[in-house]
């Protein structure tokens, strides 16, 4: 998130640069785009290691959690099973009421 911010940031800056140099039209936002793109990445290394960081343990945590779901799964499927067991040797036999 901060990371996104500092780039916004540098964009707007580029921008505000750009238009009071002198620069209009079409080609400011594509020059300012550039500019952000490449202060950015000489600037803010830290912050996107971070954010690489936070992205890299978020799908990890993701594919944990996807990995243990059919074990949840089985295991659930298997209480459900023992208990619908456990309920028909302990309820008596209805089918001879009319």
């Known amino acids: 998130m901060i990371y996104t911010l500092l780039r916004l940031a540098l ?10 140099v002198g620069l209009r039209g079409w080609l400011l936002p594509i020059v300012a785009v ?3 793109l ?3 990445y000489l600037t803010l290394s830290r912050p996107r290691d971070a954010a690489t960081r936070w992205m890299a343990d978020r ?23 023992q208990l619908d067991q456990e ?10 009421t009319p």
Request: aromatic share 6%.
């Open 11 to 20: 964009f707007g800056a580029a921008f505000g640069l750009l238009y009071l």
């Open 34 to 36: 550039v500019v952000a």
């Open 38 to 40: 490449a202060v950015s």
């Open 59 to 81: 799908a990890e945590r993701r594919a944990a959690e996807r990995a243990a779901a059919p074990r949840v799964d089985a295991d659930a499927a298997h209480e459900d099973a």
């Open 87 to 96: 309920l028909q040797t302990d309820r008596p036999n209805q089918s001879s």
